[in-house]
T-cell receptor, first 109, second 115 residues
Framework: DAKTTQPTSMDCAEGRAANLPCNHS???????VYWYRQIHSQGPQYIIH???NNETNEMASLIITEDRKSSTLILPHATLRDTAVYYC??????????FGKGTKLSVKP | KAGVTQTPRYLIKTRGQQVTLSCSPI?????VSWYQQTPGQGLQFLFE???????NKGNFPGRFSGRQFSNSRSEMNVSTLELGDSALYLC??????????????FGEGSWLTVV
């Protein structure tokens, strides 16, 4: 199963775009990239997912490089409520999610 | 549309006891999976059920078991509790209708403390 690498922590100013990078260099051709976030003591919240095209929804945008070895989650206008741990995940061969350590995003006023 | 519902939200058990946690998936979702989250090990996959059958299993001892009912509701059981079983147990469900359409949605979890 593919593994992902993310920075341990990042800071972002409120109102600015938050760009969270993720490396998944061993991803295979049919594996999707998923992003979740977890606010302290709550269950992980689904954000967005993609295969090879860029994706956008009401929460965020997902940019996947052409070689699919890395991706970036973009929160266009970060708010204090976006402070959370963000997980970049490649779905495992069994369909399960393999979580890494994630990136702790702190949005500061 | 109601999300994934887990009960109880908090519970305290004594070493050696057993515990049963319940999960109601999102209506229409056929796959239910369970995860354990601890500060040391992070989020780890326990098992997944589909159509009342365990389809996938993570690397946990046999003390951890589960089942799924005909209405897709699921329970997980931990027997002979150990202090290290203290964790947040998360249930998740998905439609399971094909690649890219298997988005997994999580409940709020059940906090288990073993004393």
């Amino acid at each position: 199963d593919a593994k992902t690498t993310q920075p341990t922590s990042m800071d972002c100013a409120e109102g600015r775009a938050a760009n969270l990078p993720c490396n998944h260099s061993t991803i295979s051709g049919n594996e999707y990239v998923y992003w979740y976030r977890q606010i302290h003591s709550q269950g992980p919240q689904y954000i967005i997912h993609g295969l090879k095209n860029n994706e956008t929804n009401e929460m965020a945008s997902l940019i996947i490089t052409e070689d699919r070895k890395s991706s970036t989650l973009i929160l266009p206008h970060a708010t204090l409520r976006d402070t959370a741990v963000y997980y970049c995940i490649v779905q495992g061969s069994q369909g399960n999610l393999i979580f890494g350590k994630g990136t702790k995003l702190s949005v500061k006023p | 549309k109601a999300g994934v519902t887990q009960t109880p939200r908090y519970l305290i058990k004594t070493r050696g006891q057993q515990v049963t946690l319940s999960c109601s998936p999102i209506s229409g979702h056929r796959s239910v999976s369970w995860y354990q989250q601890t500060p040391g090990q992070g989020l780890q996959f326990l098992f997944e059920y589909f159509s009342e059958t365990q389809r996938n299993k993570g690397n946990f001892p046999g003390r951890f078991s589960g089942r799924q009912f005909s209405n897709s509701r699921s329970e997980m059981n931990v027997s002979t509790l150990e202090l290290g079983d203290s964790a947040l147990y998360l249930c998740a469900s998905s439609l399971d209708v094909g690649p890219g359409r298997n988005t997994i949605y999580f409940g709020e979890g059940s906090w288990l403390t073993v004393v």
